[in-house]
């Protein structure tokens, strides 16, 4: 199952939205309305200079203070302004950041519009970009505003399988089959035997009890 594959089947779950934004490292690929391209995402420059916006690439690097978009350029002219600890600003081209910012900038935008555009995102392999604690802060705003978009991810992280921070419902796994090597999709809430009371799922995963597991 690749991503077209995977999309393909969104488009016939009930969103009301026709657009489906799947962010791969840092890139934001559309498919289905406009060819894959680096430049995809250039009207996004609305979201960049709202200061809510500042507020959450901020969970990167709390030195951050401000943002000065540049609108042709936007992922790699826009100026990164922190102030050290003794009040001094430092102002840095978002290329010459790390990549670690330069790609969480990416994803800022797309966090940006879930929870203030009610936009349905897809994120593809969440731990290439973000260490445990930053995607603990991400789940943990979105999670924590008022909204109607969703943040769908995929993860290797099985500190992610805890049942304070997700529904079972929430929680999905796929294992491919070893006889038609075709991929099942399933939820944590197929599982009776895993409660919310239940301190460690990652325990049953790694078990494998709940499968999406290589097989031998």
């Known amino acids: 199952m690749n991503k077209q594959d995977i999309i393909s089947r969104l488009k016939d779950f009930p969103y009301s939205c026709e657009e489906y934004w799947v962010i791969t490292g840092s890139a934001m690929?559309?498919?289905?309305?406009?060819?894959?391209?680096?430049?995809?995402?250039?009207?996004?420059t609305s979201a960049m200079a709202d200061p809510r916006f500042v507020d959450i690439f901020r969970m990167v690097d709390y030195s951050i203070c401000s943002i000065e978009v540049d609108n042709d350029r936007p992922y790699g002219k826009s100026l990164i302004i922190r102030k050290?600890?003794?009040?001094?600003?430092?102002?840095?081209?978002?290329?010459?950041?790390?990549?670690?910012?330069?790609?969480?900038?990416?994803?800022?935008?797309?966090?940006?519009?879930?929870?203030?555009?009610?936009?349905?995102?897809?994120?593809?392999e969440m731990d290439r970009v973000l260490n445990p604690?930053?995607?603990?802060?991400?789940?943990?705003?979105?999670?924590?505003e008022e909204h109607k978009g969703q943040f769908i991810f995929s993860t290797h992280n099985v500190l992610h399988l805890n049942l304070k921070t997700y529904m079972k419902e929430q929680i999905y796994?796929?294992?491919?089959?070893k006889d038609?090597?075709?991929?099942?999709?399933?939820?944590?809430?197929?599982?009776?035997?895993?409660?919310?009371?239940?301190?460690k799922v990652y325990e049953f995963y790694m078990k494998g009890i709940l499968g999406g597991t290589a097989f031998e």
Not at 173 to 177: A, D, H, L, N, Q
Request: net charge negative; hydrophobic share 40%.
């Open 29 to 44: 690929v559309l498919y289905g309305i406009r060819e894959q391209t680096h430049d995809i995402d250039k009207g996004c």
């Open 84 to 124: 050290d600890a003794n009040g001094n600003e430092i102002r840095r081209e978002l290329q010459q950041d790390s990549t670690g910012v330069r790609e969480f900038f990416a994803w800022a935008v797309q966090i940006f519009r879930v929870v203030y555009e009610n936009r349905v995102v897809f994120a593809d």
């Open 133 to 144: 604690i930053l995607s603990d802060r991400v789940v943990a705003f979105v999670n924590g």
């Open 173 to 177: 796994f796929v294992t491919k089959s």
């Open 180 to 199: 038609s090597l075709t991929s099942e999709l399933y939820s944590l809430a197929d599982f009776p035997e895993v409660r919310y009371e239940t301190a």
